[in-house]
């Protein structure tokens, strides 16, 4: 799964057109902390205890539907983000925030949320790349790219705006860009798993396979849990002649997949025991592609 941007739980996330209060303030800020350790349950029992003094706080309702999304309660989660709208807040950060969240559902209502947001802050880097990274997976990629045009001068810090850049230059099939903003991307956030798969990714696209195997690599050592991150690290080191660190990262998505259907783990044992022009031709063309476009299309 790709990583949530937890800052959007801090209080201080918040432009907040008035002032949060005191008690969801402090509520935001434990919640937050719990999410930053991983206890997601406890921070959603904290929200939740709060939200039965006060039902209708959009931003307490939009905290809590993150955290639920991360614990797989999807349908819940997006209750609360359409709650959040029926509060008609007019935080521009706050719509950035759910309508990203809903158009992981195929809202239509995102679209105006994010539209809304841009306009009311024009100035604010996240409400720009936000909105430019919902275009991009409608197809309006001329326009995704000026808004995140303008996100990047706002903010060049901010390391998602390049990766937003990246994945809008990769659906115009434009690879050489694409790479290069998932490489500034991957810069100002080394540890960035899902950036560098995709650096890897765009890398193994364009037909370079000796730039595309170190990023796959560490972008697996990065993100254990990442089953199809292992097998494409495994495929590139067995066909970079790399033999004993491909069974290695095969042995990791073994244990990546516990649980879940090991097929795919076994199809990429067998190309890879076949040697590196199997497993070259595995990831070529059929993982490598699959996996690149499911990563461009899921959402922030």
């Not at 209502?109 to 009311?120: G, K, Q, V, Y």
């Not at 972008?219 to 066909?239: F, H, K, T, Y």
């Amino acid at each position: 799964m790709r990583e949530v941007p937890w800052a959007m739980m801090d209080s201080s996330f918040f432009s907040a057109s008035g002032p949060l209060s005191d008690a969801a303030e402090g509520v935001l800020q434990t919640a937050f902390l719990y999410a930053e350790d991983g206890a997601w349950d406890r921070a959603a029992e904290v929200m939740r205890d709060a939200l039965e003094g006060d039902p209708e706080d959009p931003y307490l309702l939009c905290s809590l539907g993150l955290v639920e999304r991360e614990l797989g309660m999807d349908g819940i989660a997006y209750e609360r983000f359409k709650q959040v709208l029926a509060t008609e807040s007019e935080d521009p950060l706050l719509l950035a925030t759910v309508g990203t969240a809903i158009a992981a559902f195929d809202d239509p209502s995102a679209e105006p949320a994010l539209r809304t947001a841009a306009l009311l802050a024009p100035n604010h880097p996240r409400t720009r790349w936000m909105y430019g990274a919902y275009l991009s997976r409608e197809g309006m990629v001329d326009k995704a790219l000026e808004e995140l045009a303008a996100a990047a001068e706002l903010d060049p810090e901010d390391p998602m705006i390049p990766l937003e850049q990246g994945v809008a230059q990769a659906f115009r099939g434009d690879f050489e860009s694409a790479y290069l903003s998932f490489a500034r991307s991957v810069e100002l956030e080394p540890r960035n798993g899902w950036g560098l798969v995709l650096l890897g990714l765009v890398a193994l696209q364009s037909g370079d396979l000796e730039e595309s195997c170190p990023a796959l690599e560490e972008g697996a050592r990065v993100c254990p849990d990442d089953l199809e991150a292992q097998l494409l690290a495994a495929l590139a080191l067995r066909a970079t002649g790399w033999k004993e660190r491909a069974f290695e990262m095969l042995e990791r998505g073994r244990f990546a997949a516990e649980g879940s259907d090991p097929g795919l783990v076994e199809q990429a044992e067998e190309q890879i025991e076949m040697g590196p022009e199997a497993a070259l031709e595995f990831l070529e063309e059929s993982l490598g592609p699959s996996v690149f476009r499911q990563r461009l299309m899921e959402r922030p």
